[in-house]
């Protein structure tokens, strides 16, 4: 077994945490106190979504930290992974803001753990951790239809770091509008 140090597939997945992180970090930052309970509507001929069937950010918000959660319990082991999921109802927006960084860091706490994680980090990523990424992308875009968009970035070029996992990311290389 490789210590968490030296595993390729550790280290890659710690650097997509913070790739999570410096995503999340932008999208979080900056969003307009009604942002949060922003309900949007889709009709269209072949489709109708209800606007109160639709999830709020704060909802979309504590999905991501209930994934996150569940991506740690994953590694960690010791149950069935359905056994591991715990969905939590969404509480106020610093709440859930805050919970998505905690549960960044427990993420990255349990990769860096001597035990062997108890599930493929490739299939983790497949399930929660790529749903994270799905859902960061939701709000961004709820930002837009909300009238505060979040500037698009070349993120090639951000300075992600494995382990800098708070809301203190640090700034922009290059966005553009």
Known sequence: M???SSDPVRAFTRHMIATLAYRGAKVLRGAPAAFAETRCAVRSTDLEVEAEKSRTPVQVL?????????TA????????PREAWRASPARTWDHEVDRFFRGLEEVDA?????TAPAMSLERIF??????????IGQLAYLRRLAGSPVRGEVMVLAEVVPGRLGPDQAPPS???D
Do not use: C, K, M, Y
């Open 2 to 4: 490789n210590s968490p």
């Open 62 to 70: 504590a999905h991501i930290a209930d994934l996150l959660a569940w």
């Open 73 to 80: 319990r994953l590694v960690e082991g010791g149950q069935d």
């Open 110 to 114: 349990v990769l860096l753990q001597e």
């Open 126 to 135: 497949q399930g929660p951790i790529s749903d994270a990424f799905t859902h």
């Open 174 to 176: 290059r966005e553009f």
